[in-house]
């Protein structure tokens, strides 16, 4: 497996995951209002280069991916997905950990949001050390969605590289 920065010629397998592993989503969640189901390769190609996106490999298939970004003093992450069929093997926890080793020095807590019926994925995210909290400022996300966060002294450890 490679763990890479992603690149332009990326973004259509990354639209393609990416509805593969929101549709999920929105079955637990029983709604259909993720943004991520509604994404068109033009808004994918805009959000890479907005945030920092690295994609894992297995072979020549784009399998995992996940993007950060500053906001503030906050590391912003974002779009952490594993393809359904490789979901359970700890692709998630090491993409979560890759991202949050790449935060700039100035960031001070990692932050999230998930599902509120996304068990798995609350799960994931509080053994990696986050926290269910109120999120800072009300609105701009999905409804039924459950904001995490975690101090940046307890980021994990990236795992074994591939």
Same mark, same amino acid.
């Given at each position: ?12 397998? +990354?639209?393609? +995951? ?27 190609? *805009? ?86 909290? *109120? ?28």
């Amino acid at each position: 497996m490679e763990l890479t920065d992603a690149r332009p010629e990326d973004c259509p397998e +990354l639209l393609v +995951l990416q509805r593969c592993c929101w549709v999920q989503e929105a079955v637990l969640n029983d709604t259909l209002d993720i943004p991520a189901l509604h994404e068109t390769l033009e808004d994918v190609r *805009d959000w890479t280069k907005t945030w920092s996106v690295w994609v894992l490999r297995q072979d020549h298939r784009l399998i995992g991916a996940v993007r950060a970004r500053l906001d503030g003093d906050c590391w912003e992450l974002g779009r952490l997905m594993v393809a359904p069929d490789l979901a359970g093997r700890g692709l998630g926890r090491r993409l979560l950990a890759h991202a949050e080793a790449q935060a700039p020095a100035e960031a001070r807590r990692f932050a999230l949001f998930t599902g509120a019926r996304s068990t798995r994925n609350i799960a994931l995210y509080q053994r990696a050390g986050y926290r269910l909290t *109120d999120a800072p400022a009300p609105g701009g996300h999905i409804a039924g969605a459950v904001y995490l966060e975690k101090d940046v002294t307890l980021r994990e450890k990236p795992g074994p590289a591939a």
